[in-house]
Nanobody
Framework: QVQLVESGGGSVQAGGSLRLSCAASGLPYRRYCMGWFRQAPGKEREGVAVIDSYGITMYTDSVKGRFTISRDMMKNTLYLQMNSLKPEDTAMYYC??????WGMGLESSDVGYWGQGTQVTVSS
């Protein structure tokens, strides 16, 4: 079955950077969308960034210009480069995948599969 394994989370001071990775395995699809979502304590899960099989990306407004999503199709790996981190970026970050070539949005209902999450903590 599809498995998504995140890595790269941790603690950093405001203004710092982190790079998240997500390794996907057991994929029955040739083309698929992937993305990053996050959930802070007491808040709903929100979409951060998504990328389709053609490399088209979408970001939530609060991370535009600071985060970059990318993927290595040969390695079935997804990345999220996070720069200029802010305390409000503190959350559990989840890797997400949907088995369609394009059209995945930033809504949780768009997601077919979830990773287990990796914690990102940004201190002021």
């Amino acid at each position: 079955q599809v498995q998504l394994v995140e890595s790269g989370g941790g603690s950093v001071q405001a203004g710092g950077s982190l790079r998240l990775s997500c390794a996907a395995s057991g994929l029955p699809y040739r083309r698929y969308c992937m993305g990053w979502f996050r959930q802070a304590p007491g808040k709903e899960r929100e979409g951060v960034a998504v990328i389709d099989s053609y490399g088209i990306t979408m970001y939530t407004d609060s991370v535009k210009g600071r985060f970059t999503i990318s993927r290595d199709m040969m390695k079935n790996t997804l990345y999220l480069q996070m720069n200029s981190l802010k305390p409000e970026d503190t959350a559990m970050y989840y890797c997400a995948l949907d088995g369609r070539a394009w059209g995945m949005g930033l809504e949780s209902s768009d997601v077919g599969y979830w990773g287990q999450g990796t914690q990102v903590t940004v201190s002021s």
